[in-house]
């Protein structure tokens, strides 16, 4: 079993810069792929970002590359989301996610997570 929670939300202008951050329970976190999701109101959970159980390969929505970047500490049973040149198009509550599967095509579906944190709003003004 795997507990997520995520912190580093809120209210940022457009340009502007967060940092989510997602904790994690248990001692098998460094088994776990992970990944971050968001939904916007209205809209299906679209994938974002997800990290290899290693942190050694990384994957990223069309819509955030080169402005995200997904990072994984196993020592601190922690993945991050680095969030540059945020638009209000950005603007959703971010969830992330553990997966024990692998493969850039499993880790970019939602289906394929097996726990998941509550969320975190992520708000851009114009």
């Known amino acids: 079993q795997v507990q997520l929670v995520e912190s580093g939300g809120g209210l940022v202008q457009a340009g502007g810069s967060l940092r989510l951050s997602c904790a994690a329970s248990?001692?098998?976190?460094?088994?776990?792929?992970m990944g971050w999701f968001r939904q916007a109101p209205g809209k299906e959970r679209e994938f974002v970002a997800a990290?290899?159980?290693?942190?050694?390969?990384?994957y990223y929505a069309d819509s955030v590359k080169g402005r995200f970047t997904i990072s994984k500490n196993n020592a601190k049973n922690t993945v991050y989301l680095q969030m540059n040149s945020l638009q209000p198009e950005d603007t959703a509550v971010y969830y992330c996610?553990?997966?024990?599967?692998?493969?850039?095509?499993?880790?970019?579906?939602?289906?394929?997570?097996?726990?998941w944190g509550q969320g975190t709003q992520v708000t851009v003004s114009s």
């Open positions: 996610a553990a997966t024990s599967s692998s493969g850039s095509y499993y880790l970019k579906e939602k289906r394929t997570y097996d726990y």
């Open positions: 248990g001692r098998t976190f460094s088994r776990y792929a």
């Open positions: 990290i290899s159980w290693s942190g050694g390969s990384t």
